[in-house]
Every structure is written in structure tokens, then in C-alpha cells.
């Protein structure tokens, strides 16, 4: 089982930019598409972006198109994700999660919002705040 640790979130106003870190344990990060999930309070969670294992294809919420950029360093088992042109509606803990299936990697909307079935590890998050 592998040990992911989110970093880098924290309190800005919007337009402001953050860029999260995901950490993971072990030698097999390169073999494993990554997500970026978010929940605000009092919802349920919002899928934000994917990268296959490579970093060679990524998908983008709607939300996030165009402001948000997925990237990983697979030498460092790390995952990025560089948030741009914040707005409060990002507020919430943002969250890495492993694809379940090395190798495999979907681009639907329903596959990558299935979290249950898609997903087999999580970091605990780190919290994003934007506000005034």
C-alpha cells in the first residue's frame, strides 16, 4: 500500500496562485495514473484533474480548464497541481488518489468521478482557502 502526502495548500485571496504537492512512498508511483480530488464543506467530493501514469495525457474538470495544470515528476514520486487564477468557489481539502490498475487510465468523466471503483489510495489532504 502506498503512502501519499498532499502539501502546499493554505489561505489566499482570489486571482492568487498555489500549487499542491502529492508525495508518494515506494518505487512504483511511475506505474500508476494520479487524480486530484477536492471537497468543499458540507459537500461530497469533486473530482479536479487526472494524468496517466507517463504525464503524457491529462483531463481537467470543466471548473478547472484553462486555470489548473496536473504535472508529476515520476524520478521524485511526486504529483503537482499548479492552481492559477484562484476563485472561492476552490476552497475545500484537496486530495491525491492512485488509479486502482497500473498502467490503466480513463478520460470520462464517470470513470474518473467513480471514486469507490477508480481509486485504492488517498492522502489526507490539505486544505485550500480562498477568500477576501
Known amino acids: 500500500e502506498v503512502r501519499l502526502v498532499e502539501s502546499g495548500g493554505g489561505l489566499v485571496q482570489p486571482g492568487a496562485s498555489l500549487r499542491l504537492s502529492c508525495s508518494a512512498s515506494?518505487?512504483?508511483?511511475?506505474?500508476?495514473?494520479m487524480s486530484w480530488v477536492r471537497q468543499a464543506p458540507g459537500t461530497g467530493p469533486e473530482w479536479v484533474s487526472a494524468?496517466?501514469?507517463?504525464?503524457?495525457?491529462?483531463t481537467y474538470a470543466p471548473s478547472v480548464e484553462g486555470r489548473f495544470t496536473i504535472g508529476r515528476d515520476n524520478a521524485k514520486g511526486t504529483l503537482y497541481l499548479q492552481m492559477t487564477a484562484l476563485k472561492t468557489e476552490d476552497t475545500g481539502v484537496y486530495y491525491c488518489?492512485?488509479?486502482?490498475?497500473?498502467?490503466?487510465?480513463?478520460?470520462?468523466?464517470?470513470?474518473?468521478?467513480?471514486?469507490?471503483?477508480?481509486?485504492?489510495?488517498w492522502g489526507r489532504g490539505t486544505q485550500v482557502t480562498v477568500s477576501p
Open positions: 494524468s496517466n501514469a507517463p504525464g503524457s495525457s491529462t
Open positions: 488518489a492512485r488509479f486502482r490498475t497500473p498502467y490503466y487510465y480513463c478520460a470520462s468523466y464517470a470513470c474518473l468521478g467513480s471514486f469507490d471503483s477508480t481509486y485504492d489510495d
Open positions: 515506494g518505487d512504483t508511483f511511475s506505474q500508476y495514473a
